[in-house]
């Protein structure tokens, strides 16, 4: 296969941009993980998923990928949370770890090589803390530490903002009204009465969440990190703090590309819990949807592109799923002539090449998607017209396990095995058929279909399939 060019759109330069990592082959990828305060919401799981589009394709053109994900472990929601439950930081915080990390197994997302907990790392960002202090990037006023935004002149590239807007929209916590500029961000907070708190040469307190962030994707991943992602809402102020508080310590470029995930709505109106039209990954499994055509769902709208989840969205996705999978079924139970033909390994290569264009292309996923469909419609052509042979089933079955290493749609096997009794029965129905009994043969079709199999006479043989999935 000849080598893809990748290409992104990098919120830093405002550009689609050749992706080229810092080293041939690798690529160092941090995404800003979750808060565990709660179980996580779709509009977390669309960000997450598009990352996952990403990393995955990342791997399917080849690169070796390091990734790195967060676990953001101690901040105002989990000391909250933890307070109102009567439970430790620790308790309450591992309890909604737990049921991330089932849900990203649910969805099929590729697990990161580190996950690293914010109250594992403290030491690592005190010593960033402190390099920033000796530089004079940063200050401490009441045993706080802030960020001297006004000695780092780049602050506002990745988000444009310009520093006198900003002055005029940020909101003061009543705490922080120590601070030289009201820009100035913390990077540690002194201690309060009754807060979890870490000792540090600058007083007991607890680390800012930005500074999290800047040390742990630093520690894994070296000084300069080639993709950095997030949702769009990390922006400002978190990722345009990450870069000052990283460059300013390092001297370096922090980040390559920035790859930013737009926002999911519902019903076209922003998701709160107040509206009603809130949804977490739980609620949408409670209801019977399959975690794959949520994860189809969320994968199909281009990552810049708003997502306006609905539940008529989600019905077109079970269905278009089932297009690809009944496809596949059909690849794998009929049964073929032998042989293959010169136009099916054509329109079979054809459909790689377009879909790794497309999603090479800023992760056309639309583009992708077609590829795919073009594909079933030729191919369920070419079988109703006998024309499809079985090298041809068997390449084009290949074709899309290989893709839905990119897109983790598919079930394990289209064809499952079914018990032993009910296989039994098929056999026997089919004896009783030989010797023209049909009255026992027709028995038996009727119990099976009571029990959610429906058979089907072909000029090759009895073929069964299940009702519902
Ligand atoms: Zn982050």
Request: glycine share 6%.
């Amino acid at each position: 296969m000849e080598k893809t060019t990748l290409k992104l759109y990098n919120t830093l330069s405002g550009k689609v941009e050749e992706f080229v990592p810092l080293e041939e082959g690798v690529v160092r990828l941090y995404t800003c993980g979750p808060t565990v305060y709660d179980y996580a919401h779709i509009g977390n799981f669309r960000s997450y998923v598009a990352e996952d589009l990403l990393k995955r394709f990342l791997k399917f053109l080849g690169y070796k990928v390091i990734h790195v994900m967060n676990i953001t472990d101690v901040d105002d929601k989990t000391i909250k949370g933890a307070r109102e439950e009567g439970v430790t930081l620790r308790e309450f915080t591992r309890k909604y770890e737990k049921a991330f990390f089932e849900d990203i197994d649910t969805l099929k997302l590729d697990r990161a090589d580190y996950y690293p907990r914010a109250t594992e790392h403290i030491p690592d960002m005190i010593k960033i803390i402190q390099g920033l202090l000796e530089k004079g990037h940063a200050y401490i006023k009441e045993g706080s530490v802030y960020f001297r935004i006004s000695s780092f002149p780049e602050y506002g590239k990745l988000s444009k903002i310009k520093p006198e807007e900003l002055k005029a929209g940020v909101r003061v916590e009543a705490d922080e009204y120590t601070k030289e500029d009201v820009r100035d961000f913390a990077l540690w907070k002194a201690k309060k009465e009754g807060e979890p708190s870490w000792p540090s040469p600058f007083g007991e307190g607890r680390p800012g969440w930005h500074i999290e962030c800047s040390a742990m994707s630093m520690k894994y991943l070296g000084e300069t990190l080639d993709i950095h992602a997030g949702g769009v809402d990390n922006i400002f102020p978190h990722h345009e703090n990450e870069i000052a508080q990283s460059e300013a310590y390092t001297g370096k470029p922090f980040v390559r590309y920035w790859f930013h995930v737009q926002h999911l709505i519902v019903d076209g109106e922003k998701m709160s819990k107040s509206r009603g039209n809130f949804y977490t990954l739980r609620d949408l499994l409670a209801m019977g949807f399959s975690p794959r055509a949520i994860r189809y769902l969320l994968l199909t709208t281009h990552y810049r592109k708003t997502l306006n989840f609905t539940f008529e969205a989600l019905y077109q996705a079970t269905t278009s799923l089932k297009r690809i999978t009944d496809f596949l079924y059909e690849l794998e139970t009929r049964k073929f002539p032998e042989g293959e033909t010169k136009e099916a390994a054509e329109k079979i290569e054809e459909c790689r090449r377009n879909f790794t264009a497309a999603l090479a292309d800023d992760l056309n996923i639309s583009g992708g998607m077609a590829a795919i469909f073009e594909l079933i419609r030729w191919g369920n052509r070419a079988m109703e017209e006998g024309k499809l042979l079985r090298g041809d089933a068997q390449r084009a079955r290949n074709l899309l396990y290989d893709l839905d290493r990119v897109l983790a749609v598919l079930p394990e096997r289209v064809v499952e095995e079914l018990p032993e009794e009910i296989m039994r029965m098929i056999k026997e129905r089919e004896e009783a058929r030989k010797r023209k009994d049909y009255a026992t043969a027709d028995r038996i079709r009727d119990e099976l279909f009571k029990r959610g199999i429906i058979l089907e006479d072909t000029k090759e043989g009895t073929r069964w399939k299940k009702i519902k999935e």
